[in-house]
């Protein structure tokens, strides 16, 4: 097992043949960037020669981008056994690296090809020799390999023994249709390794059987020089091995060193979404949003205490942050650690009323942000403990150009009401029914002025919704706030705060202070 390990990324071309993904010249280029000197990977293979115009100029860009940088060694091209053809496309651009496209098993070179191993030998022979006399280096891929090694050992080492006669650079060993399992990749990686031990070769893993990361480990265990990743796993079928877990696992649990920035990774998996338009689940390794996140309270309890709950794979080290969902699992330690984010003080009776809120909330949203904290905390703080009015239960119904109704529930004091009508809107249709129950006592709503609702900062469609409602009752202007994943309940919320403000004013004993609320 070497002490260092090259990674060749090949998103830009394996990747690119992904169901649905095509880059944009523009975006290849913004890739290939990032790709060598962000994220400093060894080497990047960018396209298959001679495909579409589109191709030709963004791999002439990257080509003239490298050579100004000094690294165009690290730019490689697929390329084919047409002796000239994919040459000349490669020297057009300005490239330097051919990786030339072989069969690696018997069956492709009998069946696909319909030649013998030597009549494919010299047309690989030609494609070479025109190659170095144009000053290029050539890598070699031996297609559908492993399937090759085990159908036919002895045409994979004819194959091997003329192609180092050929003066080729590294070998490429590719499980082509991701067949190999972790014990089938030792055997034979090591194999090739110990047979032709002055021969570099490259280790290329798919994903089909969920073990490409594994294969990569026993490939480097095994001698290989290389391992071909991409960017979230792009690539046919179930996708090629993911750079970052490659780069993590083989640092963390061989002990490999590899010269990839792990601070830049995240960076280039999100560069990598937005272009693709593939998502990346949010449970996966390294770069799945979810997966610095603790769940769990007793896992908040235990990281404050003594960093139970964590391992190697800090989020520091990715330039990320750890976080702890609130939700209907969540503890007092998950409550308090996302305070101390935001740097928030509370009582010991606010935190309970707050943890309270969260979990009666995530009944109805499963995710609560810590953007959406401060929001629920203002609530909280700005209720109070009086509760004149309470709403039991209420349900809106909305429809395209019809009113909508509202049927509600509420406690006024000691006595149930129910009621219902209709409006212009779910709000106005609320309005209207709690009118209907309030107004035989003679109270009579304040005057709306101002609705405003807002999301927090960085939020989703899934976001809590706060709405600020302005009142003039007989020229006393205050403002309520209601806070709810709903954004027709946010408002019923801030109307119902009001409400209570007004009646707590109205009943004997109560406040006399002008009706009003911190914002």
């Not at 060694?73 to 040459?87: A, I, P, Y």
């Not at 067949?179 to 047979?195: F, H, K, L, Y």
């Not at 976080?323 to 305070?339: D, E, I, P, R, V």
């Not at 309970?352 to 810590?370: H, N």
Request: glycine share 8%; net charge negative.
């Amino acid at each position: 097992m070497r002490e260092h390990v090259l990674l060749m990324d090949t998103t830009l071309r394996d990747g690119e043949q992904t169901q649905g993904v095509s880059f944009a010249p523009d975006e290849k280029v913004s890739i290939a960037r990032a790709l060598l000197h962000n994220l400093k990977v060894d080497r990047i293979e960018v396209a298959s020669a001679g495909v579409s115009h589109g191709e030709k100029e963004a791999v002439t860009r990257i080509h003239d981008w490298a050579a100004t940088n000094e690294c165009l060694d690290r730019v490689e091209v697929l390329g084919f056994t047409d002796q000239r053809r994919s040459v000349d496309w490669l020297m057009s651009t300005g490239g330097r690296v051919l990786n030339l496209l072989t069969k690696g098993s018997e069956k492709h070179c009998t069946e696909q090809l319909r030649k013998t191993l030597d009549q494919h030998l010299d047309d690989i022979q030609r494609t070479v020799a025109y190659a170095h006399d144009q000053n290029l280096l050539v890598n070699v891929y031996l297609e559908d390999w492993s399937n090759g090694y085990r159908d036919s050992r002895d045409y994979v080492y004819r194959m091997v023994e003329g192609l180092v006669a050929m003066n080729i650079g590294y070998l490429m060993l590719p499980d082509t249709l991701g067949v190999m399992s972790p014990q089938e990749v030792t055997i034979a990686v090591g194999d090739m390794c110990n047979r032709f031990p002055e021969q570099d070769f490259d280790f290329h893993p798919h994903n089909d059987y969920g073990l490409a990361t594994a294969n990569a480990m026993a490939a480097v265990q095994s001698g290989a020089a290389s391992i071909h990743v991409t960017l979230n796993c792009l690539g046919e079928r179930a996708g090629n091995v993911s750079l970052a877990e490659v780069a993590v696992v083989l640092k963390d649990k061989l002990g490999v060193s590899v010269a990839i920035d792990e601070t830049k990774i995240h960076d280039l998996s999100q560069m990598v979404e937005n272009f693709s338009g593939k998502r990346v689940a949010a449970n996966s390794p390294i770069i799945g949003s979810d997966v610095f996140t603790q769940t769990s309270g007793i896992h908040a309890d235990g990281d404050r205490k003594g960093r139970l709950y964590q391992t190697e794979l800090s989020p520091n080290r990715f330039d990320r942050q750890h976080s702890y969902a609130l939700g209907k699992m969540s503890g007092k330690a998950s409550l308090t650690k996302n305070l101390e984010d935001l740097g928030i003080e509370l009582s010991e009776d606010n935190q309970r009323k707050v943890l309270q809120k969260i979990v009666e909330i995530a009944d109805t949203k499963a995710t609560i942000t810590i953007e959406d904290l401060p929001f629920i905390i203002a609530d909280i703080l700005e209720s109070g403990d009086y509760r004149h009015v309470e709403l039991l239960n209420c349900s809106i119904t909305s429809g395209y150009e019809i009113e909508s109704t509202a049927s509600i529930r509420v406690r006024v004091g000691d006595q149930i009401h129910k009621s219902s009508d209709s409006g212009n809107g779910g709000f106005d249709a609320f309005i209207k029914a709690i009118r209907k129950v309030l107004e035989p006592d003679s109270f009579v709503l304040p005057e709306l002025t101002d609705f405003e609702i807002r999301i927090p900062k960085g939020g989703h469609t899934s976001a809590l919704t706060e709405c600020f409602i302005s009142w003039d009752d007989n020229g006393r202007e205050f403002k309520t706030r209601g806070v709810h994943a709903n954004q027709v309940f946010a408002g019923i919320n801030a109307a119902l705060r009001m409400l209570n403000m007004k009646m707590r004013q109205d009943v004997p004993g109560g406040e006399s202070q002008p009706l009003d609320t911190p914002e």
